[in-house]
């Protein structure tokens, strides 16, 4: 059973390995494939592989197929939607996120095109009155963009995240014709009774900073929860808190299941014709069943269920509980049920720590009290789980045991009973769910403060690069021998094995040498050029929406190459797609020199002007500013540029330098001469007159923002770029574009564009 269960695990992720997936014809295998690992008589060296080639033939089958996303064809145009709110709308500062589950879905010309799946539409200042409710059916006019995301080295993958909740296209909604309500809720009962509870914790804690965390711990509704609780969370390693997980849906079910057998065993009539162990285990499994309802039913939802159900039913079936065979049979179920599980960082977390209980429960904690036994648990489970946590999260948050030894038992047994018990009392009454819902508020704000002090030092989570995947095959054997039992011999040489692990550093730069990445980040700029010991941060991004490219682009790069500092900060002009994501890279790391045009138009504590004929060398790397000469005027017309040069190659970075400006660079008699050209104005408009003649790059790198709303780079922009023999290169479609320029002329310079290096079957290209 144990090896069979990770036999499937291993064809499971065989197809999610692939850049392209195979065609669905080979599924016609499955039944004969299947029927071959079953054979009893089948020897177990030729039934592994029958077992893996079942689990890669299943997903294979289950997935859903990429190409049902929007088709290129109709990206960015406006259709007319029918359908249902299929999920709690959410609201986030100016706009109201809804999931459609489209009927249908028709052009600007009546066209008819299949979209068979969700709809994520952003409503921009939408009415405070009459809005759209989960289950209702509703026409929006909206413009479509198909399912993409940032495409970065240590960022999110929002494409995988879109695909695995059937999301086969985003849009806006159009103010006219105005969105109609065509019919009320006639289906989605349970996602109605969310959002009710939803509107009690609102009615009943509107202005507690703690009810969005009662949101996330009940109906699973993580949205309104603040930029600053979760850096919290982040720095404190609690973050798998707001996500519903086996943990509170096990708490749920336990308290469920001890307080059904105490009476059932108090009742002799009924003991007698059922054991108060299984009338315990059916009432944990189908409390445990309600709580998974209430809380959306979303893919770790999903998971913590079946394997709470796989424990009810060995209780039910006489079976032993804490078994690896039960949590083999948990994980075939898992796999079977929903292949996308693996692509869920949850689903490592979650099964990781229920296999470290099992191994520290099997014979190693006897003998101690249940309050010495649960800490040591705790503490176990918290240092056995940093190694998932530095290779999912490139970070070694170290207050992280600490953190979870009070935090973990604290929302388990306090803050959860009591909000669940007020919203189920809140279907009565009000008088009723307040005292409740007030209880776990106050628990919840007293756990927000404890977190918030451990989370305060500098020193309580350590960036740390992101390190491949064989660490983490020499580091979770070394913590096993580690947090061996008593006796084993010389334990603390598990450590041993965690030394590449938490010791690992990507290659940086030789000196003379440098890298030069130009990060997907949208309709603006954010460049990092880093040296054998120094980085340097060109412009920081755009605002979007409620947060910035500073904490979703720049950041998570950094942290995935261990950058820890940031030496100089070009904040280029003060356009809002090149600044604004400054703030939260401040905020996050130390920041050395920071460069402006112009000090007193962008007023920053410490910076300089980058002042034409200014230089620098960091390790044999020169710096130089090009633009803009002393004393000239402002605006874009001061932007700044850059050249760095090293013995292997150059590079010019020009913002966005309008004509003006560009006739006195070339005016100007520097030696503009580069390589590699970042285009000003990220690639949008045309090229100044002169300028590439004057530069001769090789390379040309544009930043033009997939499916902006501009329409960037217009058909006659890239003609006029590509007259100089160039084909550029936009992080629109390429994603992210790393250089590494070697420290010698004899080498070649290595590019890397990332949708094609970490190229996924998901991915929209």
């Not at 909206?142 to 695995?164: I, S, T, V």
């Not at 007193?600 to 633009?627: K, N, Q, T, Y």
């Not at 320029?741 to 949708?755: G, I, K, Q, S, Y």
Request: overall charge positive; some cysteine; charged content about 15%.
């Amino acid at each position: 059973m144990r090896t069979a269960a990770l036999a499937l695990l291993l064809g499971t992720l065989a197809v999610h390995a692939l850049p392209l997936l195979p065609a669905r014809n080979w599924c016609i295998a499955l039944p004969l494939v299947a029927a071959l690992a079953l054979w009893p008589r089948l020897p177990w060296p030729l039934r592994l592989p029958a077992v893996a080639l079942s689990g890669l033939l299943w997903t294979l089958w289950r997935l859903p197929d990429p190409g049902l996303a929007l088709p290129p064809a109709y990206d960015g145009q406006t259709f007319v939607l029918e359908g249902r709110i299929a999920a709690l709308p959410e609201h986030d500062h100016r706009r109201l996120e809804l999931e459609l589950e489209t009927t249908e879905a028709r052009t600007a010309d009546a066209t008819l095109v299949p979209l068979a799946g969700r709809v994520r539409l952003a409503w921009y200042e939408a009415p405070a009155e009459d809005l759209p409710q989960v289950g209702e059916r509703w026409r929006f006019t909206a413009r479509l963009r198909a399912p993409y995301g940032f495409a970065n080295p240590g960022g999110f993958d929002r494409e995988r995240h879109l695909y695995a909740s059937g999301v086969v296209a985003r849009g806006s909604v159009r103010s006219q014709p105005p969105p109609a309500r065509l019919a009320g809720a006639e289906a989605h009962l349970i996602d109605r009774l969310r959002a009710r509870f939803a509107a009690a914790l609102q009615r009943l804690r509107p202005a507690d900073p703690g009810t969005a965390i009662l949101a996330a711990l009940t109906i699973g509704e993580e949205g309104a929860i603040s930029t600053h609780q979760w850096e919290t969370f982040r720095r404190t390693g609690t973050t798998h808190l707001m996500a519903i997980s086996g943990q509170q849906i096990a708490l749920v079910a336990g308290l469920m299941f001890v307080a059904v057998r105490a009476v059932w065993a108090r009742l002799p009539g009924l003991a007698a014709r059922l054991a108060p162990v299984r009338a315990g285990a059916l009432a944990a499994l189908l409390s445990a069943l309600g709580y998974a309802l209430i809380a959306g039913m979303g893919l770790p939802v999903r998971r913590a269920l079946i394997m709470v159900a796989v424990g009810s039913l060995a209780l039910l079936a006489g079976r032993e509980l804490l078994s690896t065979r039960t949590l083999a049979l948990a994980l075939i179920a898992v796999l079977l049920g929903d292949p996308l599980a693996p692509l869920s960082y949850g689903f490592w977390l979650s099964f990781g720590a229920v296999a470290l209980i099992l191994y520290l429960h099997a014979g190693r904690l006897d003998g101690r009290g249940p309050t010495a036994l649960a800490l040591r648990l705790q503490w176990a489970i918290s240092l056995g789980m940093l190694p998932a946590t530095i290779v999912l999260f490139g970070q070694l948050p170290l207050v992280s045991p600490l953190a979870n030894l009070l935090a973990i038992p604290w929302a388990d047994l306090l803050i959860v009973p009591f909000a669940l018990a007020g919203l189920l009392a809140s279907l009565a009454s009000d008088t009723l769910a307040g005292p409740l819902l007030d209880l776990a508020g106050l628990t919840t704000r007293l756990l927000l403060g404890a977190l918030d002090t451990l989370a305060r030092p500098d020193w309580a989570a350590r960036v740390v690069p992101t390190p491949p995947l064989w660490t983490l095959a020499l580091a979770l054997p070394g913590v096993a021998w580690w947090l061996a039992p008593p006796g084993f011999p010389s334990r603390r040489l598990g450590l041993l094995l965690c030394l590449p692990l938490l010791a690992w550093d990507w290659p940086h730069p030789p000196a003379g040498g440098f890298r030069l990445a130009s990060l997907d980040a949208g309709s603006g700029l954010a460049v990092v050029v880093e040296t054998a010991g120094h980085t340097l941060l060109f412009d920081a991004g755009p605002r979007l929406g409620s947060t910035d490219a500073g904490r979703l682009v720049v950041l998570p790069y950094l942290q995935s190459r261990g950058i820890r500092r940031v030496d100089a900060l070009v904040l280029t002009h003060l356009d809002a797609s090149h600044i604004g994501g400054a703030r939260s890279v401040r905020a996050a790391l130390p920041v050395g020199a920071i460069f402006v045009p112009d000090p007193l138009a962008m007023p920053a504590e410490g910076a300089a002007s980058c002042v034409a004929g200014g230089f620098w060398i960091w390790d044999d790397v020169r710096f130089e500013w090009l633009h803009p000469p002393p004393g000239h005027g402002a605006g874009e017309a001061r932007s700044c540029v850059l050249k760095v040069s090293g013995a292997g190659g150059s590079a010019l970075l020009i913002a966005d330098l309008d004509a003006g400006g560009s006739r006195r660079l070339l005016a100007g008699g520097a030696r503009l001469a580069a390589d590699t050209l970042l285009a000003p104005y990220q690639g949008t408009k045309p090229p100044p007159a002169g300028l590439l003649a004057a530069v001769g790059p090789g390379r040309i790198w544009l930043s033009t923002g997939r499916g902006n709303r501009w329409g960037h780079p217009k058909p006659e922009v890239l003609a006029a770029w590509a007259a100089a023999g160039v084909q550029p290169d936009d992080t629109a479609a390429a994603g992210a574009l790393l250089l590494d320029v070697p420290a010698n002329a004899t080498e070649p310079p290595l590019l890397t564009r990332w949708r094609e290096a970490d190229r996924r079957y998901w991915r929209v290209h």
